[in-house]
């Protein structure tokens, strides 16, 4: 078998040796098997648990988040001066249990969202992985997390609505208050009392938040990681990982942000005199900037970056438990 110019690098030389071990077995008569892997199915399922499961820990910073968007909204006196007061201030005023507001919903986004990213991510990837088995390029694997993301986004958007909605509700008077009692109950009132298509108020921005995130995510890492790599003091180790998904949270927080809090405003908007609030995203830019200053388009940032480093890491712990589980179980002989 002629491999030798395809022992030039690594990844030709794994597929060689593949080759090589396929023709053998042709050659000998001997039957070609495949590694048993996990169906398309549990994958999908196993990536929302994984989301689901990291949620539950992560949940108080998503409320604190969504307090520190609203807090100040239309000029008026801020609720909370820092996100530590925040956390302070729910604590005090609605219990350990408040600061898990919101948390039904905060677990059906992740069953829809991360879902069905991931099923069209792996869809779209395998479409554009070449019939020899070469993956899609950088760029094309960016585009298709872009559009795997946006489409996740659309699909979770009710979700998120009624999210922002709970989480919401504690900081208003009791008489103004939605009083959901769990995120069912959110969606049947808000189609009921609003109209189905009040339950994907603010896809647009909840969208481009999803663009914004997986495209800031890749550039920065990728850039962060050879930034390190080439300083001399890192090598290409867990360590090395750590810093650059770090410094790549930064990034992705401060790009994301401004997109985040146009969402929140406009999924948490109320009608005056027949009215809503804002007109767009833009509309709520631009009245940030204008009312409360254009640094509190990054309001909430703490409880944001805090949230996305521990999400990441235990949604991949939680699925690599799970997949090791499935295969100690299902796929053993």
Same mark, same amino acid.
Not at 101 to 108: F, K, N, R
Not at 240 to 268: E, Y
């Given at each position: ?22 023709? @053998? *077995?042709?050659?000998?008569? +001997?039957?070609?098997?495949? !590694?048993?892997?996990?169906? /398309?199915?549990?994958?999908? %399922?196993? =990536?929302? @648990? *994984?989301?689901?499961?990291? +949620?539950?820990?992560?949940? !108080?910073?998503?409320?604190? /988040?969504?307090?520190?968007? %609203?807090? =100040?909204?239309? *000029? ?258």
């Amino acid at each position: 078998f002629p491999c030798t110019t395809l022992f030039r690098s690594s990844c030709c030389r794994r597929r060689t040796v593949t080759l090589c071990r396929y023709f @053998l *077995a042709m050659g000998t008569g +001997t039957e070609v098997t495949r !590694p048993r892997t996990s169906p /398309k199915a549990i994958k999908f %399922l196993f =990536g929302g @648990l *994984a989301g689901m499961g990291a +949620t539950v820990f992560v949940q !108080p910073l998503d409320l604190v /988040k969504n307090r520190m968007q %609203l807090s =100040g909204e239309g *000029a008026k006196v801020k609720e909370y001066k820092t996100s530590f007061h925040a956390v302070g201030s729910i604590l005090r005023h609605e219990g350990l249990r408040g600061i898990y507001t919101g948390l039904s919903a905060g677990l059906l986004r992740q069953a829809t969202y991360t879902t069905t990213r991931l099923g069209i991510y792996t869809i779209l990837f395998e479409k554009l992985t070449k019939e020899d088995g070469t993956p899609p390029n950088f760029f094309m694997k960016a585009l298709i997390g872009m559009t795997a993301g946006a489409i996740g986004a659309f699909v979770g958007t009710p979700a998120e609505v009624a999210l922002i909605r709970m989480t919401a509700d504690g900081r208003l008077p009791v008489d103004q208050r939605r009083g959901y009692a769990n995120v069912f109950n959110a969606l049947v009132r808000i189609s009921r009392e609003e109209g189905v298509a009040t339950m994907w108020r603010g896809c647009v921005p909840t969208m481009a938040r999803a663009v914004v995130v997986n495209a800031a995510q890749l550039a920065s890492y990728s850039q962060s990681k050879q930034f390190l790599l080439d300083s001399g003091y890192f090598r290409d180790d867990i360590l090395c990982h750590f810093c650059a998904s770090m410094i790549s949270g930064l990034v992705t927080t401060a790009a994301s942000m401004p997109v985040d809090i146009a969402k929140t405003r406009i999924q948490n908007m109320r009608m005056i005199d027949g009215k809503p609030e804002y007109k767009n995203g833009l509309d709520v830019l631009l009245k940030v900037v204008r009312y409360e200053g254009f640094f509190s388009l990054w309001k909430g940032f703490t409880p944001y970056y805090a949230r996305l480093g521990p999400h990441t890491v235990l949604t991949f712990i939680f699925l690599e438990q799970m997949n090791k589980f499935y295969k100690k179980f299902f796929l053993s002989n």
